[in-house]
């Protein structure tokens, strides 16, 4: 069973920083599509915050967190980091990582129902 393990996150105040990540095990990145990282709608729905191509490293950010948000990956630790940086209240949120790795139908980039594994979740709080 493939799992994602999330790691990171917490409270911050606003301008601050957070890096989070998240680790996969039994699944290498080299089997996957696609990477992201999503947060929670309050209708319980997932945005999409970031997403990569694994094989051609092209990356999309929300309009929302361009320029504030990296994703990076690292294939040989088998693990994702999103860095948060300038963080303002409105990213308060969970956030959750997410792999379309071994099959998963392609619904786009940064549609949830692309992905067919995911994190547990990890609270971010940004204060003002």
């Known amino acids: 069973q493939v799992q994602l393990v999330q790691s990171g996150g917490g409270s911050v105040q606003a301008g601050g920083s957070l890096r989070l990540s998240c680790a996969a095990s039994r699944v290498t990145f080299d089997r996957c599509d696609y990477l992201a990282w999503f947060r929670e709608l309050p209708d319980d729905r997932r945005e999409g915050v970031a997403s990569?191509?694994?094989?051609?490293?092209?990356?999309v950010y929300a309009d929302s967190v361009k320029d504030r948000f990296t994703f990076s990956h690292d294939n040989a630790r088998n693990t994702m980091y999103l860095q948060m940086n300038n963080l303002k209240q409105e990213d308060t949120d969970i956030y959750y990582c997410?792999?379309?790795?071994?099959?998963?139908?392609?619904?786009?980039?940064?549609?949830?129902?692309?992905?067919?594994?995911w994190g547990q979740g990890t609270q971010v709080t940004v204060s003002p």
């Open positions: 990569v191509i694994v094989r051609t490293g092209y990356t």
């Open positions: 997410a792999a379309k790795c071994d099959g998963g139908t392609h619904n786009g980039l940064m549609n949830q129902w692309t992905y067919n594994y």
